[in-house]
Structure formats: C-alpha cells, structure tokens
C-alpha cells in the first residue's frame, strides 16, 4: 500500500503525517506492507528538512520526521495509491494536476479520516506559535490513525 501526504511546501503537516503514519505503521508491525512519504504542491522548499518547529512537536510526541522536501509531481498519481491532502486549497491543486479520474479518486482530504476533529482542514501552522502545531499534530494523530485502520480493512479483504 502506497500512501502520499500532500501540503504546500512540504515542510510542516505532510512530513508531521509521514511521521506519525509511519510510527504507527510500525508499530504495528506492517512496515513491510506500507510505502509512504510526503510532497508539497509548491517547491520553495525542496531538499529541506521539516521546519524544526514541526520536528520538535513531532519529537515530543516520539515521532520522527525523516522527510526531505519535494514538490509534487504528476507521476505521483501512478506511483501512489492514497493521495491525501491536509487542506482545501491542496486538494483542488493535486485534483487539477490528474489526467483522469482514476487518478483524481486518488486523492483524499486528510480530514476525511478523522472521528475527534471535525475541521474543514489540516490548518498551516508556519506563521503562528506553538498552539497550531499541537493542533495540527493532534489532527493528525487522528487522521492517521482511522487511515491505518482503513487501509488494514482493505489490505485483509483483498
């Protein structure tokens, strides 16, 4: 199973979700059934680390955050089979970049996932303080861990 987190520079909330999912993947123990990373829609960033910031909530949390900025790229849609995006604006960028709808059903807002969070979207915590990137990481958490359970449901049907 192949899963991409998608942002917009691809420095805070995707690689903070390729963290937690792959923690939880891990732990468990499915590392083996699971290729995941991230990828933001801008490349302002590209062959950064994640915002220390972001690092260091992770880090607090046990997660590590291993991700190297990359842009998103339209030979992604193959290469991926769950495309997830943590906001609205995201969502629409990846959905223009696909060719067809096979690729375009791909993609999934992050949100979409959570049961404790009812929010429109993962929100960017850049620009503010700490209270955003517990936020996002507490979003996240939740995301990831009803996706694991989704994708563990498909994984023992097929």
């Not at 939880?24 to 990828?39: H, P």
């Not at 992770?58 to 906001?87: H, N, V, W």
Request: charged content about 30%; overall charge negative.
């Amino acid at each position: 199973m192949k899963v991409l987190f998608v942002c917009l520079g691809n420095i805070c909330r995707s690689p903070a979700a390729e963290g937690i999912f792959i923690n939880m993947v891990q732990s468990e123990g499915l590392q083996d059934s699971f290729q995941i990373d991230s990828a933001g829609t801008g490349a302002w960033h590209e062959g950064e680390p994640a915002d220390g910031r972001m690092r260091e909530h992770a880090k607090q949390r046990g997660y590590e955050l291993p991700s190297i900025a990359r842009q998103f790229k339209t030979s992604d849609f193959k290469e991926f089979d769950y495309i997830l995006t943590m906001d609205n604006m995201n969502f629409e960028d990846v959905i223009a970049l696909a060719d067809n709808q096979q690729e375009k059903d791909k993609v999934r807002k992050m949100v979409s996932f959570c049961k404790v969070h009812d929010v429109p979207g993962v929100p960017d915590p850049y620009h503010g303080g700490d209270d955003g990137f517990r936020l996002v990481m507490d979003i996240l958490e939740d995301g990831c861990s009803e996706l694991l359970k989704k994708l563990k449901e498909e994984m023992s049907e097929s």
